[in-house]
């Protein structure tokens, strides 16, 4: 547990982005945690708090202190005749939270399958994929404040869950150390696959009745086709939120793009996929020197090597005003853009 000066996070960005932090610690335990926020040297730093670095996108050095959450641990804690809460520590990493419920035959974390980062991120932005968010299985979470380094706990009102958003992206962003995540896992299996692509690969697969653990197969199968690997090529995954317009506009953008997918929000909105108009605007598979779009998946933007990252946060901008000019809407960055 000690402070390193000028320390390289590009190991620790799954962009692998190339800046330095003015300090770096790594923590394992709370107590751990709220030593480091009583040194002196760290009261008056800007800090950031890092898990998996999946979701950031660093365009500058930072200059501060980011801690690095590596806090460990998962178990069941208890269960009833319906419901199982599941423990974990914030530094776990995320799909290996998902096996661990797989294992113990508990259903509600299989379509949210092989998203990179850790469990102690996934609240934030409350992640989300193929018919379900986390907010679908919250229970609460523990947390640090690290102004005090005192302990919080947040149960499923208090964060105040959103499309991809929370109250840690608002009001309580950059104060609070999320170390500790409560699930509640169904253990009556009630398998979703009315989303995405999971019944033609089920089909594929000949499951006619699937299991959680089918799904599971299913879900990795669909994003390992999509998404590159960041260990081979630097991303954040999907780099913007699918946007949710009124019905009214859907319908009148449907008399000009016939072919525009959708999928019910309400009685009043729809949400669009993002990939779908940044891929109609020419996009999908744009390479601007060591950086550009996947060839695979719209929504990726990627770092072949060696870019840096105002670099990829124009191209997302550009992006950005060419799907307003085309469609009128706007779409909004998921990633965090530092």
Known sequence: ???????????YNTFGIDVKAKFFARFQTVEELQELLKLPEVWQEEKLILGGGSNILFTKDFNGL??????????????????????????????????????????????????PGTVGAAPLQNIGAYGVELKDVFHELEAIELASGEPYIFDHEACRFGYRDSIFKNEAKGKYVVTFVTFKLRKQHQVNTSYGAIQEVLRDMKVQEPTIQDVSVAVCAIRMSKLPDPKEIGNAGS????????????????????????????ELTVKVPAGWLIEQCGW??????????????????????????????????????SVKEKFGIELHPEVNIL
């Open 1 to 11: 547990m000690m402070l390193q000066p000028d320390y390289s996070l590009k190991p």
């Open 66 to 115: 980011v801690l690095l959450n590596s806090i460990k641990g998962m178990q069941v804690l208890e269960q009833d005749d319906e419901f199982a809460y599941v423990k974990a520590g914030g530094g776990e990493a995320w799909h290996d939270l998902v096996l661990f419920a797989l294992k113990e035959q508990l259903a509600g974390l299989e379509n949210l399958s092989l998203i």
């Open 239 to 266: 780099f913007f939120k699918n946007p949710e317009i009124p019905i009214l506009k859907f319908d009148l953008l449907k008399e000009t793009y016939p072919a525009m997918p959708a999928y019910p929000v309400s």
């Open 284 to 321: 999908k598979g744009k390479v601007i020197q060591n950086y550009g779009v996947h060839k695979n998946q719209a929504l990726v933007l990627v770092n072949y090597g060696g870019a840096a990252g105002g670099d990829i946060r124009a191209l997302a901008y550009e992006i950005i005003q």
